[in-house]
């Protein structure tokens, strides 16, 4: 049995598929199987992927009858894969050639990992290098915040034993999910990510993300409503956070007009920099600060203690 499964879910992909297979063939990590789930191509993919199947044995090619999306073909596909780690790419992704070492190597000496992320480039349709996956964001990317933006993104790998118990994509989130599924991920496991660049996504007009950008944006919304209580719950959001990402998907918090709640939380942000600011500066207030956590510290023991 392979150790690696990785599903290529396609449609229509003539254009780039034969650059995604070969970027697989080409690894450096060779204990893999790769199953191609065509979804109803109406473009020359089938004859491009049976060119490579009958030359690669570790190739697999299933047909759906019926054109099903890609959360169905995602789940098509798995339910073949036989590897312990899977993933899956798209037709006009691109793996560079130590991906599937690093990613499996992390797996291997991080046990309490059931998801590694790792780093990727965004090129354009002439290959031309357009920024980091990374860069995107401000931050170190956590698990605490992948409910407010898919930080997880297009190059990760994940155990089998993790994706039993999460159970299958679900079709309802087509166009985001992957999202759901990492969300799910993240709230029954453990997510970790590495700054390794090991990817090439591809910026393409024709992609899913691309042409159905209404519907991204529509079933993320209905995503992070639908885990947000969750999230609050296991990463410990603070009040303040829960206000904000409330606001962000147009959830009131109570029954204040958005303008009145937009105007208690700029007072509040401002209090608390003002007073971090007067207790930077002012010995006495951070002498007094400090006994008021050594109090609130030894109350807290005390009670834990009694109890």
Known sequence: MPIVSIVLPVYNGEKYLAQSIKSVINQTFEDWELIIVNDCSGDNSLQIMQSFAQKEKRIKIINNEVNKKLPASLNIGFALAVGKYLTWTSDDNSYKPQALEKMVQYLDTHPQTDLVSMNYDYIDEQEKYINEFDNIFPYKRVTADLLQHNNV????????????????????????????????IALIGNIEYTNDNIYQYRVNSQSLSATQRPQVVEKT????????????????????????????????????????????????????????????????LRCHFRKYLLIKKFSYSVRKDQT
């Open 221 to 284: 919304k209905y995503i992070k409503r639908k885990y947000m209580l969750d999230f609050f719950d296991k990463f410990n959001y603070s009040r303040f956070d829960r206000i904000l990402t409330m606001l962000n998907l147009n959830i009131k918090p109570n029954s204040l007009p958005d303008s009145l709640i937009f105007a208690l939380l700029k007072i509040y942000k401002t209090t608390i920099k003002l007073l971090s600011n007067l207790i930077f500066w002012n010995r006495g």
């Open 153 to 184: 993104g297009a190059a990760f790998m994940y155990r089998r034993s993790i994706a039993e118990k999460t159970g299958k994509y679900d079709e309802f989130t087509f166009c985001a999910e992957d999202y759901d599924y990492w969300c799910r």
